[in-house]
Every structure is written in structure tokens, then in C-alpha cells.
T-cell receptor
Framework: GESVGLHLPTLSVQEGDNSIINCAYSNSASDYFIWYKQESGKGPQFIIDIRSNMDKRQGQRVTVLLNKTVKHLSLQIAATQPGDSAVYFCAESSGYSTLTFGKGTMLLVSP | EAGVAQSPRYKIIEKRQSVAFWCNPISGHATLYWYQQILGQGPKLLIQFQNNGVVDDSQLPKDRFSAERLKGVDSTLKIQPAKLEDSAVYLC???????????FGDGTRLSIL
């Protein structure tokens, strides 16, 4: 499949701030998007997903926004905590094709 | 519910040796995936199973890598012979069905000397 990329390799925020992690995708046929959090030494942990028939989905402290016009996906984390420090990956697929992962953004939260 | 179980957690071997990894998916998950994650990169799919059948192995280096899921539950991934460039974390994931969220194990970190 086509590749998924991230704009910022590292994002540094203060505890309590809101964080926004961005992701661009190139496959206009992509219809399923997912965000993962990966801590050092662990496997990716599912955060939230969204399908192309939606443009916004909210979870606990997280919101995913999808802009199909410009092929852009973002993950917003409210009131960021030190425990949110990790690498965040977006991934996409179309139909029943396999997930394609981006390179990842490291989020660093300072107390 | 119990997560995806993988073993071993770490493995160190010399090049040209063989190695095998084991994965037990979440109970009831029909779809199982093996990924390779090189340091600093996102996971790359090696093979996808639906029950005990292979759905996608287009990115599996078949001259040295093999995988099986004989009874449609747990799975093994084998590398024989290993090369230096195989040093990576090998992740297993499972999902209830295809195009459903995938849940990952903590992987096996493989180092080739």
C-alpha cells in the first residue's frame, strides 16, 4: 500500500497541556485509521480508531480528527500526563488490506 | 481478558543460525499477524493468517522466513538461516476479524551477532 507519514518526529509538552500529533496519508482509498501508543520495550497499544464515514471520534482524554479532503489525521490528547510519554504511530488500511504504519512521533511530557 | 502472549522476550544468536518465535493470540481472535519492527521504525507486516490459512505473505522473505498456524490458534515464526539485518523486534498481533483493531504482544527482541 501507499505510505503513511508523520509531520513531527518529536513533540515536547508540559504536563497539563493539550498535545496534538499529526499524520498525513497518501492513499485516497484508505477507509480505516488507527492510533497506537508504544512505550519502550512494549508492543503498540491500541488508543483509538476511526473509519472514513466519520470525521471525529472521542475517547477518554483523546480525540481523533480525520480530514479526508487533505488526507490528514490527528490525535489530540487532553491534559497530557507524564505517563503519556511514548512513541505514537498512526496506521491506515483500505478495505481488507493490511495496516500500513507510519514512522512514529515521540511525545515527551515534562512535569 | 488476557492479551497476546509471545515468547521468548529476548533472543541472541549468531548469523546463519536458526530461531523460532511463538505467539498465542487473544482467545477467539480469528486473525493473527506477525510484524517486524526495526529500531526507530513502524511495524512492517510479514504475514497475516485468517484462522489457519495465510491471507497475506507478500512481504515475507520466503527463502529464510516461515510461519505456521496449524490449528488456527497459536503460531510460530521461524528464521533459518538468520542474517545480521534480521535484528529487530518481532511482534505478534491478533484481531477478532480482519479490519478490526489489532492488539499486540510485547514482542521478541532478536539480536544477531
Amino acid at each position: 500500500g501507499e505510505s503513511v507519514g508523520l509531520h513531527l518526529p518529536t513533540l515536547s509538552v508540559q504536563e497539563g497541556d493539550n498535545s496534538i500529533i499529526n499524520c498525513a496519508y497518501s492513499n485516497s482509498a484508505s477507509d480505516y485509521f488507527i492510533w497506537y501508543k508504544q512505550e519502550s520495550g512494549k508492543g503498540p497499544q491500541f488508543i483509538i480508531d476511526i473509519r472514513s464515514n466519520m470525521d471525529k471520534r472521542q475517547g477518554q482524554r483523546v480525540t481523533v480528527l480525520l480530514n479526508k479532503t487533505v488526507k490528514h489525521l490527528s490525535l489530540q490528547i487532553a491534559a497530557t500526563q507524564p505517563g503519556d510519554s511514548a512513541v505514537y504511530f498512526c496506521a491506515e488500511s483500505s478495505g481488507y488490506s493490511t495496516l500500513t504504519f507510519g514512522k512514529g512521533t515521540m511525545l515527551l511530557v515534562s512535569p | 481478558e488476557a492479551g497476546v502472549a509471545q515468547s521468548p522476550r529476548y533472543k541472541i544468536i549468531e548469523k546463519r543460525q536458526s530461531v523460532a518465535f511463538w505467539c498465542n493470540p487473544i482467545s477467539g481472535h480469528a486473525t493473527l499477524y506477525w510484524y517486524q519492527q526495526i529500531l526507530g521504525q513502524g511495524p512492517k507486516l510479514l504475514i497475516q493468517f485468517q484462522n489457519n490459512g495465510v491471507v497475506d505473505d507478500s512481504q515475507l522473505p520466503k527463502d529464510r522466513f516461515s510461519a505456521e498456524r496449524l490449528k488456527g490458534v497459536d503460531s510460530t515464526l521461524k528464521i533459518q538461516p538468520a542474517k545480521l539485518e534480521d535484528s529487530a523486534v518481532y511482534l505478534c498481533a491478533s484481531s477478532l476479524e480482519r479490519n478490526q483493531p489489532q492488539h499486540f504482544g510485547d514482542g521478541t527482541r532478536l539480536s544477531i551477532l
